[in-house]
Every structure is written in structure tokens, then in C-alpha cells.
């Protein structure tokens, strides 16, 4: 597999909320995905959820606790965990999820994951 350049991926797309493939490690998708405002909170019953914080900051919302997370750093959400992810200015973070898990813990309400 050739190397992925993480920031020639973020500029592909300017949408928020909007998780990119970039690739695949065993039955995984690796995500690049540009944050800005509040996602809703949700919850994923069967997996954990990753956040690799590139550029900018994070906050989230775990139950009545909230952590900001910077450049570098990455926080886990548990599964089964009640979170929301959000931002006050643009944040770029990359994300680890197996294959077909949506975004929102609902297929009905999931964002599409293009291959960039």
C-alpha cells in the first residue's frame, strides 16, 4: 500500500461531520474527518470509539463530563458510552472504526464514508 499523507487528504474536502476513508488496517476504516459545532450525542453498542485529534481541539462530551482534546492527543470513548464530539473552530481528527459501524450508532441517521 503506498504511504497516506494525512493533510493531502484533508484537503480534499472542506464538509463537516463528513468521514473520509483514507484506509484500511484488518476489518477497520482509518478516517480523516473535519469537526466544527456539536455532533449529536449518540452511542455505538458495540465498539469502541477512537479520536486522534490532528489539528485544532476537541471537546467531548462523555455523560455530564466534558474533556478538550489537542493536537496529539487521542481520547476513547467506551462502548456504550453516551458522547457527542464538538468544536468551536475547526478541528481535524483522524478516526479508527470497524467496517460498517455508522457514525451515529444508527444507519438511518449515518453519514456516508467515501474512499479518498
Not at 474527518?33 to 490532528?54: I, M, N, R, W, Y
Not at 470513548?77 to 473552530?89: F, I, K, L
Amino acid at each position: 500500500m503506498p504511504k497516506v499523507t494525512l493533510a493531502e487528504k484533508l484537503a480534499q474536502f472542506e464538509t463537516h461531520w463528513d468521514p473520509h476513508v483514507v484506509a484500511d488496517y484488518n476489518d477497520n476504516d482509518v478516517m480523516v474527518v473535519k469537526f466544527q459545532g456539536e455532533f449529536p450525542f449518540h452511542s455505538h453498542a458495540e465498539t469502541d470509539d477512537f479520536f486522534l485529534v490532528l489539528e485544532g481541539e476537541m471537546i467531548m462530551d462523555v455523560g455530564e463530563t466534558s474533556t478538550v482534546v489537542g493536537p496529539g492527543e487521542l481520547f476513547i470513548v467506551p462502548r456504550g458510552d453516551v458522547h457527542r464530539p464538538r468544536s468551536e473552530q475547526e478541528c481535524k481528527v483522524l478516526l479508527i472504526e470497524p467496517k460498517g459501524v455508522p457514525n451515529t450508532g444508527d444507519p438511518a441517521t449515518a453519514a456516508a464514508k467515501p474512499r479518498i
